[in-house]
């Protein structure tokens, strides 16, 4: 998912992903929550920015490092007009679970443990530096790529993993409100598999076999919106990946997308990201 600006870098053969990120309070389409089956790290460069985790709202600032564990929602976002300038690295621990006796030990009782959401550090702190270090030399190979870089990069890998272990093993966790998130990840999850079709709040609601009010009230909380507009951006969203992947007309993208009329898609795109959709192809075709 896009803020107002993103590079993204990837490492031949290993399931890791760097991106460097710009969050700015100005950009009409912001992040929204999600989650993934992989650990996320994110390391602010400059400014300062919110970070969202199970509901949990709290400000990062430059230098500083969050750690957040798989199968959390989570989002960053920010309220200033000023800039945040962020690298996110997002890791498949599963790809060390061949070194069997390794993995079972200082991964999976980690990424396993339900009371570890996510672990914030203060820029000052070491483990926030070794971790910002590495990420700074990862980012370097993947940018100059000398030969074997990729093996360099398995070794930042291997060495950031172990102090996501150490700070597990300082830092007190407490449990999170399992059922709930449960609950939102369901009706999330349904949206993402239906929202091409015509669905209504009752039917994100039925999806989780609660009321309407509870369905608002978990969207409210965790997504920080309501479930027709996360509903509607997760469409815009969509729609937008294919307005730049394919060659479609966009009254058959908005079609496809579960908007019934491509005059009211294009007033919803444009608010959401402040041109139209057409505008918005040619703009991204020239970069």
Not at 37 to 54: A, F, R, W, Y
Not at 250 to 277: D, K, V
């Amino acid at each position: 998912m896009k803020t107002a600006q993103e590079n993204r870098y990837t490492f031949p053969s290993l399931p890791v992903l760097l991106e460097e990120r710009e969050v700015c309070g100005k950009d009409h389409h912001q992040e929204l929550a999600h989650w993934h089956d992989k650990l996320e790290l994110i390391q602010v460069k400059s400014g300062e920015m919110h970070c969202s985790v199970n509901g949990s709202d709290f400000l990062l600032k430059k230098g500083d490092i969050c750690i957040i564990n798989e199968e959390q929602i989570h989002r960053i976002y920010s309220n200033e007009e000023e800039d945040c300038l962020a690298n996110t690295l997002t890791i498949s621990p599963a790809m060390l679970q061949n070194i069997t006796e390794l993995y079972n030990k200082l991964i999976l009782p980690v990424i396993s443990d339900s009371d570890f959401t996510h672990i914030r550090k203060n820029g000052r702190n070491s483990h926030a530096r070794m971790i910002s270090n590495l990420m700074e030399e990862m980012m370097g190979l993947a940018k100059d790529q000398p030969t074997g870089y990729e093996l360099q990069a398995l070794a930042c890998v291997a060495m950031i993993l172990r102090q996501v272990y150490l700070v597990y093993k300082e830092e007190p966790l407490r449990s999170e409100q399992e059922e709930d998130l449960r609950l939102y990840k369901k009706m999330t999850s349904y949206i993402y598999e239906h929202y091409s079709e015509q669905i209504s709040l009752s039917d994100i609601a039925s999806s989780a076999d609660i009321s309407r009010s509870k369905c608002s009230v978990l969207f409210h909380r965790y997504a920080e919106t309501s479930p027709i507009d996360f509903l509607n951006s997760y469409r815009l969203e969509m729609a937008a990946t294919q307005l730049l992947s394919t060659k479609e007309t966009i009254a058959s993208i908005a079609f496809a997308c579960g908007f019934n009329q491509q005059s009211y898609f294009s007033r919803m795109f444009l608010r959401e990201y402040g041109m139209t959709p057409k505008a918005y192809r040619q703009a991204k075709a020239k970069v």
